[in-house]
T-cell receptor, first 115, second 114 residues
Framework: SQTIHQWPATLVQPVGSPLSLECTVE??????LYWYRQAAGRGLQLLFY??????ISSEVPQNLSASRPQDRQFILSSKKLLLSDSGFYLC??????????????FGEGSWLTVV | GNSVTQMEGPVTLSEEAFLTINCTYT??????LFWYVQYPGEGLQLLLK?????DKGSNKGFEATYRKETTSFHLEKGSVQVSDSAVYFC?????????????FGKGTLLTVNP
């Protein structure tokens, strides 16, 4: 069966410091990968998605970047964090097969507080 | 563009009460529809889904029917439990090339009291 893990689960970082959140998927190959953010009291916003190694699409301009160095690894980064980067970050994956109702599966999430 | 509108809540019910969380959508073509649940401090879990009109998704006593004529996918449960307290998200998926992306509603916080 497929599993998805992301870490760290909780992170408190000062403004201006770098960020690295990592996500890995097991039990599948060539998945689509996603990073979502859930700000306090708000819905989920898609930040990045990737359909293959080195292929990253950004949904919203921001202070963050994403990379996919390996097939099942997805990394969310920032060189200098802003207070507004605080939130709950969720990694997710889906199959690449074109079929209706393709489900997206989420990791456990990472709480980021920028102070 | 595609969008999802769901009742914002919060919704507070007593145990064994009937639950309805409304969800309507705007989309081109024929999206798939989902309900996800987020328990406190956790990620999102798929609760149920429907891929075409008149499909009914069901899981753990929850149900939702894909109504194309009213562009709705309301979540219902006949008798809620304290353990159902969570945030519920309605979502639709659409194909963008070879990837599938979800558009979410803003979520509805449900609190069930004993």
């Amino acid at each position: 069966s497929q599993t998805i893990h992301q870490w760290p689960a909780t992170l408190v970082q000062p403004v201006g410091s770098p960020l690295s959140l990592e996500c890995t998927v097991e039990g599948t190959s060539n998945p689509n990968l996603y990073w979502y953010r859930q700000a306090a009291g708000r819905g989920l916003q898609l930040l990045f998605y990737s359909i293959g190694i080195g292929q990253i699409s950004s949904e919203v301009p921001q202070n963050l970047s994403a990379s996919r160095p390996q097939d099942r690894q997805f990394i969310l980064s920032s060189k200098k964090l802003l207070l507004s980067d605080s939130g709950f970050y969720l990694c997710a994956w889906s199959k690449t097969k074109k079929s209706s109702g393709n489900t997206i599966y989420f990791g456990e999430g990472s709480w980021l507080t920028v102070v | 563009g595609n969008s999802v509108t769901q009742m914002e809540g919060p919704v507070t019910l007593s145990e064994e009460a009937f639950l309805t969380i409304n969800c309507t959508y705007t989309a081109t073509g024929y999206p798939s529809l989902f309900w996800y649940v987020q328990y406190p401090g956790e990620g999102l879990q798929l609760l149920l889904k429907a891929t075409k009109a008149d499909d009914k998704g069901s899981n753990k006593g929850f149900e939702a029917t894909y109504r194309k004529e009213t562009t709705s996918f309301h979540l219902e449960k006949g008798s809620v439990q304290v353990s159902d307290s969570a945030v519920y998200f309605c979502a639709l998926s659409y194909s963008g090339g070879s990837n599938y992306k979800l558009t979410f509603g803003k979520g509805t916080l449900l609190t069930v009291n004993p």
